[in-house]
């Protein structure tokens, strides 16, 4: 007796085979697919989708679709509320998430498409889409690069380095510019462009490492001529990738372009923007913008990094026996002490009244105890010498914080190195001392 197709037993059975092979396709499909009621509860999660969710969950639970998401996309549950049957509620949003343990992060980027199937039930098609991000990105990047270099070609150079930042190719465009012969050149550092004291081979390693992680790292300043001439240069620095090392640049290309028709102008934005204005040294904002860069410098690769605090002396005395005007020469007096003292590469910057700051980046403790000396003599041996003939001296305290590991952060090393300046004018001023000692 054959059976009827009506057959409810025949159903049943066509039913659970269809909501197998529903099942099979569901698991098997290459990208996630997540079914949720109105709450975001998850009632059925694919492999791949369970791949991609379980570095936000906690406790490796995967529960509720839009509580993993709120950090990401926060009105994810309202947006689900709506819609009827079919419609589409997110239509392939990025999201852009940090997964992994603290200090070795790394960007996860997620499209996002939700779709009401019915009253009570939606499903969600999640993709990891990071490399294709990547590839936008760094295409990106090449096409700024590319325009750059282009932009004034008659006043720019290229050259290539390896992938620790030795010349190892040599152009026409960088020989008439810049006067080196290629023989003079290939293996060096592209640090002999620079000045003496413009910066440091820890400071160009930084640079590199910039580039790897943004795409490339611009700089300005003085740059030098094989002659020994300075000019106003702008650098670029830009990874060139290699091939089966991943993401690790194969070298990189530096393109130098001398901007000295732009500097005046240049310098005069920047000195009403960075400068104190009655002494020329840094001011206070960006002395913490400095400080913070060479922390986060510190805490990707640390190297000798070291704080200075100086303070006049009795500087209320000056004032009330001499003036503020007088006060005002003895302040500018000191600044151009530490200017000329310094290499181009610290940072001196008034922070206070009389209070100054020394960043000394790539310089250890001795060497941070050298200069603060050099300073602390130059400024006992200097006089400052009025119209009316009036000759006043001053001297300074100071405290020293060099950078050590457990350190919080710019806020705290500068707490310290205050505290050393304290013990330095407890002590009697005119005089060091080094933190912790």
Aim: hydrophobic share 45%; charged share 25%; aromatic share 4%.
């Amino acid at each position: 007796m054959s059976a009827h197709p009506s057959d409810p037993h025949i159903n049943a059975d066509v039913n659970a085979d269809e909501q197998q092979e529903l099942l099979q396709l569901l698991y098997a499909a290459p990208v996630g697919l997540v079914q949720t009621d109105d709450e975001g509860r998850i009632a059925l999660i694919n492999a791949a989708a369970a791949q991609l969710l379980l570095p936000l969950a906690v406790g490796a639970s995967l529960v509720n679709l839009f509580d993993l998401l709120v950090p990401v996309m926060p009105d994810l549950a309202l947006r689900a509320r709506s819609g009827a049957a079919g419609e589409l509620l997110v239509d392939g949003e990025a999201l852009v998430l940090r997964v992994g343990p603290e200090g070795r992060q790394r960007p996860l980027v997620l499209s996002l498409t939700l779709r009401r199937l019915q009253a009570g039930q939606l499903v969600a098609v999640l993709s990891d889409i990071t490399a294709q991000v990547e590839r936008e990105r760094r295409l990106r990047q090449s096409e700024a690069w590319l325009n750059a270099a282009l932009t004034g070609i008659h006043d720019h150079a290229a050259v290539g380095l390896d992938a620790e930042g030795r010349i190892a190719h040599w152009s026409e465009s960088a020989a008439r510019m810049t006067g080196f012969a290629r023989e003079t050149v290939l293996g060096r550092p592209a640090t002999i462009f620079h000045p003496g004291g413009a910066t440091t081979p820890e400071r160009l390693l930084d640079r590199l490492h910039e580039a790897r992680a943004d795409g490339w790292s611009m700089d300005e300043g003085w740059l030098l001529r094989a002659d020994g001439q300075r000019y106003w240069g702008s650098t670029m620095i830009v990874p060139i990738s290699g091939v089966g090392d991943g993401d690790t640049p194969a070298g990189f290309s530096l393109v130098l372009r001398d901007i000295s028709d732009r500097r005046d102008a240049h310098e005069q934005r920047r000195r009403a923007s960075e400068t104190d204005h009655l002494t020329g040294l840094a001011n206070r904002r960006v002395f913490f913008e400095a400080g913070r860069r060479e922390i986060e410098r510190f805490r990707r690769a640390p190297r000798p990094l070291a704080l200075l605090v100086l303070d006049a002396d009795h500087f209320k005395r000056i004032n009330d026996q001499h003036g503020h005007a007088a006060g005002d020469e003895v302040l500018r007096q000191l600044a151009g002490v530490m200017l000329r003292s310094l290499r181009q590469v610290d940072v001196p910057a008034r922070i206070g009244g009389e209070e100054f700051a020394v960043l000394l980046p790539s310089t250890g403790l001795e060497g941070a105890r050298l200069v603060a000396e050099r300073l602390r003599r130059a400024m006992a041996a200097d006089t400052v010498t009025r119209a009316d003939g009036t000759v006043i001296r001053y001297t300074v305290s100071i405290g020293l914080a060099p950078m050590q590991a457990g350190i919080a952060g710019l806020e705290e090393l500068l707490e310290r190195a205050d505290r050393a300046l304290y013990a330095a004018k407890a002590a009697g001023r005119d005089r060091l001392v080094v933190d912790g000692e």
